[in-house]
């Protein structure tokens, strides 16, 4: 038997929410300070709610993934579908009362929602990939086997 690691069995989904939420930490800033830059104090406005909300949508799925990891997988498939349909209301109900509001810079907002969901998304994968995962070699299975076809 060969283990690569001993690491935990959700250190991998752990990684992904710390990378995550260091990738929605340096996007916030750096889309905070462009955007007051930019637009002034509406730009400003728009990348606070657009770090808000696009983090808010990716960080819940990494959390709630991690969370429901040893419910079965029913469950937890249920669990994901719920928070996703309730992720999707909570943003659509913003947006509409947002959508009242002058007070910030819609580019602002649209873009850092865009640079959250694909920052936070690919700061969470790398967190993934990072992660050595456990390989076991049952007894008695030859080394040499050919595993490609399984």
């Not at 967190?127 to 399984?150: C, E, N, Y």
């Given at each position: 038997?060969?283990?690569?690691?001993?690491?935990?069995?959700?250190?991998?989904?752990?990684?992904?929410?710390?990378?995550?939420?260091?990738?929605?930490?340096?996007?916030?800033?750096?889309?905070?300070?462009?955007?007051?830059?930019?637009?002034?104090?509406?730009?400003?406005?728009?990348?606070?709610?657009?770090?808000?909300?696009?983090?808010?949508?990716?960080?819940?799925?990494?959390?709630?993934?991690?969370?429901?990891?040893?419910?079965?997988?029913?469950?937890q498939g249920m669990v994901m579908l719920?928070?996703?349909?309730?992720?999707?209301?909570?943003?659509?109900?913003?947006?509409?009362?947002?959508?009242?509001?002058?007070?910030?810079?819609?580019?602002?907002?649209?873009?850092?929602?865009?640079?959250?969901?694909?920052?936070?998304?690919?700061?969470?994968?790398?967190?993934?990939?990072?992660?050595?995962?456990?390989?076991?070699?049952?007894?008695?299975?030859?080394?040499?086997?050919?595993?490609?076809?399984?």
């Open positions: 038997m060969t283990t690569a690691s001993h690491s935990h069995p959700d250190a991998p989904l752990r990684a992904a929410l710390r990378y995550g939420i260091a990738g929605l930490i340096a996007l916030v800033v750096i889309s905070c300070v462009l955007a007051t830059i930019i637009a002034g104090l509406p730009g400003l406005w728009g990348a606070v709610i657009g770090s808000a909300i696009g983090g808010f949508f990716i960080l819940t799925t990494a959390a709630l993934v991690l969370f429901s990891a040893k419910l079965e997988s029913g469950i719920g928070s996703w349909v309730g992720k999707l209301l909570v943003v659509l109900v913003v947006v509409a009362v947002l959508k009242h509001f002058d007070f910030y810079s819609r580019m602002a907002l649209f873009l850092t929602v865009v640079g959250a969901l694909l920052i936070v998304l690919g700061s969470e994968t790398y967190g993934v990939l990072r992660q050595r995962v456990p390989v076991i070699t049952p007894p008695g299975d030859a080394s040499d086997q050919d595993h490609s076809k399984l």
